[in-house]
T-cell receptor, first 115, second 111 residues
C-alpha cells in the first residue's frame, strides 16, 4: 500500500547547523508531497508542498525537491534557529480509486535546536 | 489562518460514555477530515467527508461515527469511549489545490 517513511528522531542540532530530514514514499500513481510542522501544543501547519516530479517547494528557508527517481522528498534548511524546534511530518496525497486525496503521513521527526 | 475551529479543546470522560467532537469551518470547503495523533503513529485518518451527508471511513474508523448535516460542521462521535481512544484529534479541511489545513486539535482523555 501507499506509505511514507521518514527518518527517526529525535534530531538535535546546534543553532546555524545544516538540517536534513529524509523522507521516502511508496505510492501507486503520482502523489503530491507535503511537509507539515507542528510546534508544541499546536496543530499542524503546512510548511511546503510539491505536486509533480522535480518541483521544489520552499518556505521560511526550508526546501524540498520532489525526486521521482528516488521516490524522495527530503527536507533541508541551511541554517536552523532555535525557533525551528518542532515536529516535522512528511505526507503524500493521492487521487485515484477511493483515495479521495487523503493524506498519508510519516511518523514525524522531532527537531530540537540548541543555542 | 484557515478558519477552522474545534470544540472542545480538552475533554476528560469515562469509559463507556458517548463523546462528540465538533469541527467548524468558515471556508466553505467541500472536503473535511478527522485524524487522530498518537506517539509513534503520526496522524491516522478516522473518517472524511466529501460533501453534506457524504462520508466515508478511513484507516482507523472502528468505534467512531461521523455526521455532516451542513457544509461548515463535521462531527466525530465516539459511540462508547474506550481508553484506547485517548488521543489528540485533529480536524482538517482541503482547499481546491489539494492542500489540507488543520484545526488546533482536541485532547481527549478516557479514564
Amino acid at each position: 500500500g501507499d506509505s511514507v517513511t521518514q527518518m527517526e528522531g529525535p534530531v538535535t542540532l546546534s543553532e546555524e547547523a545544516f538540517l536534513t530530514i529524509n523522507c521516502t514514499y511508496t505510492a501507486t500513481g503520482y502523489p503530491s508531497l507535503f511537509w507539515y510542522v507542528q510546534y508544541p501544543g499546536e496543530g499542524l501547519q503546512l510548511l511546503l508542498k510539491a505536486t509533480k516530479a522535480d518541483d521544489k517547494g520552499s518556505n521560511k528557508g526550508f526546501e524540498a525537491t520532489y525526486r521521482k527517481e528516488t521516490t524522495s522528498f527530503h527536507l533541508e534548511k541551511g541554517s536552523v534557529q532555535v525557533s525551528d524546534s518542532a515536529v516535522y511530518f512528511c505526507a503524500l496525497s493521492l487521487f485515484y480509486g477511493g483515495s479521495q486525496g487523503n493524506l498519508i503521513f510519516g511518523k514525524g521527526t522531532k527537531l530540537s535546536v540548541k543555542p | 489562518d484557515a478558519g477552522i475551529t474545534q470544540s472542545p479543546r480538552h475533554k476528560v470522560t469515562e469509559t463507556g460514555t458517548p463523546v462528540t467532537l465538533r469541527c467548524h469551518q468558515t471556508e466553505n470547503h467541500r472536503y473535511m477530515y478527522w485524524y487522530r495523533q498518537d506517539p509513534g503513529h503520526g496522524l491516522r485518518l478516522i473518517h472524511y467527508s466529501y460533501g453534506v451527508k457524504d462520508t466515508d471511513k478511513g484507516e482507523v474508523s472502528d468505534g467512531y461515527s461521523v455526521s455532516r448535516s451542513k457544509t461548515e460542521d463535521f462531527l466525530l462521535t465516539l459511540e462508547s469511549a474506550t481508553s484506547s481512544q485517548t488521543s489528540v484529534y485533529f480536524c482538517a479541511i482541503r482547499d481546491r489545490v489539494e492542500t489540507q489545513y488543520f484545526g488546533p486539535g482536541t485532547r481527549l482523555l478516557v479514564l
